[in-house]
């Protein structure tokens, strides 16, 4: 099955019933709340926001991290895959594509209402943007690698959490260090979201396989 088939079935699915929407609405449900949490300080929600954006975003790409390889593994889709010659790195990277287009665009659209309810200046917003561009392909590479290495397990969701969380903490600081302006932090977002997307698929595709054996 070609690249653009496995992406599109993916796509497809997750927007069957309206599931990519859960990531954008928990995404925004976050948002909301945390508002009334900090108080009404307009000066420190604007001084927080972007990385309140950033930690909301990196739930909700972990949000349906369950239903990203794990099904396949059991439907034996990932067998099919292999029977007929397609490397499986090459199926995860499809799935990383799939999993990017299926949350990001909706995600980065909903921050900017993120953004008003933290009072975040234009500067700031397009900010926030240009680094969830840059580091959301890191996300998503990531959900699928941790996907991939707890398919099958009962309560696999709770442990993908404890998986990707961690390892997800140089894309926050450097996603939350670029709204400064400052070039040297974007230009880590970029390289720590590169290093992810270029490797997971190779660590999703040996996960796979061993669990396929």
Do not use: N
């Not at 099919?80 to 199926?91: D, H």
């Not at 890191?138 to 099958?152: F, K, Q």
């Amino acid at each position: 099955m070609r690249f653009g088939a496995i992406v599109a079935r993916d796509l497809r699915r997750a927007w069957s019933g309206g599931g990519a929407w859960w990531p954008v609405a928990f995404f925004l449900l976050v948002a909301c709340l945390f508002p009334f949490a900090a108080g009404p300080d307009a000066a420190l929600l604007a001084r927080i926001g972007g990385g309140v954006i950033w930690a909301a975003a990196l739930l909700a790409a972990l949000l349906p991290v369950e239903r990203l390889v794990g099904p396949d593994v059991e439907a034996g889709v990932i067998d099919q895959y292999a029977v007929r010659g397609t490397p499986l790195a090459l199926v995860a990277f499809a799935k990383i594509v799939a999993h990017w287009l299926g949350f990001a665009p909706p995600l980065m659209l909903a921050a900017v209402v993120a953004g008003g309810l933290f009072d975040l200046s234009a500067a700031t917003l397009a900010r926030v943007e240009w680094g969830l561009l840059i580091g959301t392909p890191g996300l998503a590479a990531l959900a699928v690698a941790t996907a991939a290495l707890v398919a099958g397990l009962r309560g696999g969701g709770a442990v993908a959490g404890l998986v990707m969380l961690p390892l997800a903490i140089p894309l926050l600081i450097f996603g939350a260090g670029s709204l400064d302006g400052g070039a040297g932090a974007v230009k880590l977002l970029a390289a720590v979201s590169l290093l992810l997307t270029a490797g997971a698929p190779w660590i999703a595709a040996a996960a796979i396989r061993v669990g396929m054996d």
